[in-house]
Nanobody, 127 residues
C-alpha cells in the first residue's frame, strides 16, 4: 500500500502563490507517473497536472496552464505543485495521486488511471 501525504495548503489572497508538496516513503514513487487533482465543494474531482516518472513530460489542465507548475524530486520522493496567480476558482481540496495504468498522453487526466491517493490539502483563495 502506497501512502501519499499532501501538505502546503492554506488560505491565500487572490493573486498569491502557494507550493503544495506530496511525500511518500515508498520507492515506487520514483518509477511512477504522478498527478495532482482538485475537488471543489459539491463538484467532481478533476485533473490539474501530471508529470512523468522521470520528470521530463508534464501535462496541465487548461484552467491552470501558465500559472501552475508541477515538478518532482525523486531523490526525496516528493511531488510539488507551484501555484501562482491564484484565483478564487482555484479554491478546492488538492490531492496527489500515483498513476498505475496507461502510457499514452491521454491517460494522464482520467482519475481511474491513478491507483493511490493522498487525503488532500485544502487551498482557499479569498477574493
Amino acid at each position: 500500500q502506497v501512502q501519499l501525504v499532501e501538505s502546503g495548503g492554506a488560505l491565500v489572497q487572490t493573486g498569491g502563490s502557494l507550493r503544495l508538496s506530496c511525500g511518500t516513503s515508498e520507492r515506487a514513487f520514483r518509477s511512477h507517473d504522478m498527478g495532482w487533482f482538485r475537488q471543489a465543494p459539491d463538484k467532481e474531482r478533476v485533473f490539474v497536472a501530471a508529470i512523468s516518472w522521470i520528470g521530463n513530460t508534464r501535462y496541465y489542465a487548461d484552467s491552470v496552464k501558465g500559472r501552475f507548475t508541477i515538478s518532482r524530486d525523486n531523490a526525496k520522493n516528493t511531488l510539488y505543485l507551484q501555484m501562482n496567480s491564484l484565483k478564487p476558482e482555484d479554491t478546492a481540496t488538492y490531492y496527489c495521486a500515483l498513476k498505475t495504468s496507461g502510457r499514452e498522453p491521454d491517460s494522464y487526466s482520467p482519475l481511474n488511471n491513478y491507483g493511490y491517493w493522498g487525503r488532500g490539502t485544502q487551498v482557499t483563495v479569498s477574493s
